[in-house]
């Protein structure tokens, strides 16, 4: 007996809605029945052999094909792809009645709030998410959703807040954007399990690692209900806390550890201390800023409060 979408597995249904939300579509011609496609530039075959190797568990789907389009707009005049399309299938059949409406491509929040998970996010972000980064600094990631509705994008970005803690923001041309740098360090390192080998451009590939800092003096900004008398020495001390953040960093805890630290939704006002932080306190500062994208005034804060 053929196979439906409920005889399927977690795993699958996670990366095929990754798909649906990135470059894959169901197409469906008149009096026939739909299937399944994605198509990826050539220089992504590994990815689109990748994706059709781990769909195909469920879906009856063709090995990648290779096509050229002569387009004169192009530099080159053409441009080269792999595309990989199904034959038919209950569960194709399925996922045709849950994505699309007569109008077009829809979200089945139904089934995004039961299967989405961080592999999903993944496989969507290699399809359709670009990182842009000044130097090695990220400055936002864009997941283009563009063909959805505004209130589809909008019902996305509250989901992946409830979700993830991720606050994305929509743009002008109807594509959800992260900003903040410490939530772009937090979406790689919930995708980063999952990325293809082919798609680590759309990581942070490096980190400059400093062995040796001297002692020097930094502004650090605590919430004013933090009262200190000694404060260079005060902060310094507590900054010993560091090492607990380190060791969950390495551990692939931190953010597990942060997010659930309690947080104040009001404006809080804060105090500027001017101090001189020890060498072994700013190595430890200057590494999780590096890799979290926290400033040190946070980072300080952080140990105070836990």
Known sequence: MEKTWFDTTLPFKAKVIGKLLGDG?????ERRKPRFKFTHTSTDYSWSNYCYAQLSEFL??????????IDPRLSKGYSLSHYVQSRTSNIITY???????????????????KYFNRESLAWWYMDDGHLKCKGNKPLKIILS????????????????????????HLDKQ???????????????????PYMHE???????????????LSPKRTSIYLPASIQLRSP????????????????????????????????????IQTK??????????LMKLYFLNGVTGLTYSKLTEICFIN
Request: with cysteine.
């Open 25 to 29: 579509s169901i197409t469906k011609q």
């Open 60 to 69: 009856p789907l063709n090995p990648p094909k290779f096509k050229k389009i």
């Open 95 to 113: 996922l045709r009645t849950e994505w699309y409406s007569d109008s077009g491509k829809v979200i089945p929040f139904h089934l995004i709030s």
């Open 145 to 168: 959703t563009e063909s959805f509705s505004e209130l589809e994008n909008d019902r996305l970005i509250h989901f992946l807040k409830a979700k993830y803690h991720l606050q994305f």
């Open 174 to 192: 109807n594509r959800i954007i992260l900003y903040d740098q410490f939530q772009i360090y937090y979406f790689l390192f919930l995708v980063l």
């Open 198 to 212: 082919s798609m680590y451009r759309k990581l942070i590939n490096r980190y400059n690692f400093i062995f040796d």
């Open 232 to 267: 260079t020495k005060e902060i310094n001390a507590v900054l010993n806390k560091l090492d607990y953040w380190v060791s969950c960093y390495k551990n692939s805890k931190f953010y597990e550890k942060y997010l659930f630290i309690p947080r104040s939704k009001k404006e």
């Open 272 to 281: 500027s201390y001017q101090i001189i932080v020890n060498k072994e306190n």
